[in-house]
């Protein structure tokens, strides 16, 4: 029995194959009636798109590629268990590439010599456009997806500074909101450079507390010598600095005061 093909579809829809194909990418053009028909078809027949004609059309291929040095590594395989729950629900399919030596790893991940060695230190990734293109684009399918982006480990495990360096333009300068560790030295370095600062934990208390206080209405509250409007959208960013504050807080020194904690999140830590 032959598969459904999207010219079945377009005919039980009675529409033309392109409008099937829009209806199929989200387009506009389409009017509700029509595409409400098309989606009904499409589910009366048990339609599915291939793939492989798909990515050939639109010269997206919704692929993924996970260079993986040895499958059996247990930091192997939490990374990949991170990488497909991001990936899940998505369209994106994620195919594996066991690469065993480094010379093989630096052969794939450096796209086979375009990017130079000194790219993958712990300063060089950041300097890279190759590099922070690859970056910035996985932190953005991970925030558009509502998954939590994790920056890749630095090496340099007893270079403190450079780690540092690494993990707080992580943070601020490309959207990630964590990061691996492969020694536990790494770690509480790494939460310092994730936690907000001292400076806008404040400002957001004194914001969060104000619009508390009016009723989450707007309110002006001044900033230096000016004085700035907030409403809901900058509620919601501040508070989530709150919230940073409040998981990145190390025993014996919280940055919320004991009563905010108590009455946020519960707790007076």
């Not at 992580?170 to 990061?179: D, K, V």
């Not at 536990?184 to 619009?211: C, K, S």
């Amino acid at each position: 029995m032959r598969s459904v093909s999207i010219r079945d579809v377009a005919a039980a829809a009675g529409v033309a194959v392109g409008t099937v194909s829009r209806v199929l990418n989200d387009a506009p053009g389409v009017a509700p009636s029509t595409r409400e028909r098309v989606q009904a078809s499409i589910s009366v027949l048990g339609y599915r798109p291939n793939r492989h004609a798909r990515a050939l059309s639109s010269g997206k291929t919704h692929v993924i590629g996970a260079v993986v040095p040895f499958f059996t590594h247990p930091s192997a395989v939490e990374r990949l268990r991170g990488a497909v729950s991001v990936l899940e629900g998505s369209p994106y399919d994620l195919v594996l590439y066991n690469v065993g030596t480094t010379v093989q790893r630096l052969q794939h991940l450096a796209h086979r010599g375009a990017i130079g060695h000194w790219a993958m230190t712990a300063e060089g990734q950041f300097d890279h456009p190759l590099v922070i293109r690859a970056k910035l684009e996985i932190a953005a399918a991970c925030h558009a997806h509502a998954k939590t982006p994790s920056h890749s480990v630095v090496t340099e495990f007893k270079d403190t500074r450079a780690l540092e360096s690494a993990a707080e333009r992580a943070c601020t300068l490309l959207g990630y909101t964590r990061m691996w560790s492969i020694h536990p030295d790494q770690i509480r370095p790494i939460v310092e450079a994730f936690a907000p600062r001292a400076a806008e934990v404040d400002q957001a208390i004194a914001i969060i507390t104000a619009a508390q206080a009016a009723g989450w209405a707007p309110i002006s509250h001044r900033h230096g010598k000016e004085v700035r409007l907030h409403d809901r959208a900058s509620y919601r960013y501040y508070w989530q600095v709150i919230e940073r504050a409040h998981r990145t807080s190390f025993n014996g020194g919280p940055q919320l005061p004991a009563e905010l904690c108590l009455g946020w999140f519960g707790s007076p830590a």
